[in-house]
């Protein structure tokens, strides 16, 4: 087995919904995963695309965003090492519900439509964790549209970097400083704000100390600070 296999077989052991697959079914689904890396901004698919692959993170970060008429859009999700997106393409052949850009150079592993739908045949039970998956992130979507209607600006951007402090965390990135590698207007639509807006919020925390900005990115000193923003 090579080294980019074995890494491969570690990725999707991380993955709940292949959780149950044995040694083998992991093996054959790893040799046909195909790497993939995306840099910070470029376009996984976009909304109406065909629908024929599924992505695994493998490292980095990625959201998926719909787009009104208007010009205006909104992140749905957002998915991070060992998180699964495009999982509707396992099921119908019908066009992208959303598009998914990386918001960090990204690496993924991408699985074709086919060869996952031969393995749901063999495995029913992955579709029912599928399934699953998806309701889970539809009530997390719903969770928070819900809770940005009733929020302040400063509550939703402090509680979208709190989200990005917990993810880092998570990783294993230990417990110091965040550096978070995102824009003003990326940051703000993951708020649901305007980039004006977050603007001056963020400027606020910088001023108090709690972060510090840059080009295409900021750090956060003290993660604990943000909670005093929410309510």
């Known amino acids: 087995m090579s080294a980019t296999s074995g890494e491969t077989i570690m990725l999707l052991h991380r993955v709940p ?5 044995g040694d083998d079914d992991l093996n054959r689904l790893a040799e046909v995963a195909v790497p993939r890396r995306f840099e910070s901004g470029e376009v996984v698919f976009r909304e109406g695309d065909a629908s024929n692959t599924c992505y695994i993170v493998r490292s980095g970060r990625a959201r998926a965003v719909r787009e ?3 010009g205006r859009s909104i992140t749905l999700a957002t998915f991070g090492p060992g998180e699964i997106f495009g999982e509707l393409a396992m099921f119908d052949d019908e066009r992208r519900s959303a598009t998914v850009e990386a918001i960090e150079s990204t690496e993924a ?3 074709l439509g086919g060869d996952m739908r031969r393995l749901l045949r063999r495995h029913p039970d992955i579709s029912v964790k599928l399934l699953s998956a998806l309701g889970r992130r539809l009530r997390e979507t719903n969770e928070r549209l819900a809770s940005q209607s009733f929020q302040t600006v400063q509550s939703r951007v402090a509680g979208v970097l709190l989200q990005f402090v917990t993810a880092y965390r998570a990783e294993g990135r230990g417990d110091g400083d965040v550096l978070i590698t995102s ?3 990326d940051l703000a639509q993951l708020a649901g704000s305007s980039r004006e807006s977050a603007s001056r919020f963020l400027a606020v925390l910088e001023r108090a100390g709690v972060i510090t900005q840059g080009r295409g990115k900021l750090t956060v000193h003290d993660p604990e600070a943000l909670t005093r923003y929410m309510y």
């Open 17 to 21: 919904v292949f959780s149950a697959l």
């Open 68 to 70: 009104h008429s208007d």
């Open 109 to 111: 592993i991408a699985i």
């Open 183 to 185: 824009t003003q207007a």
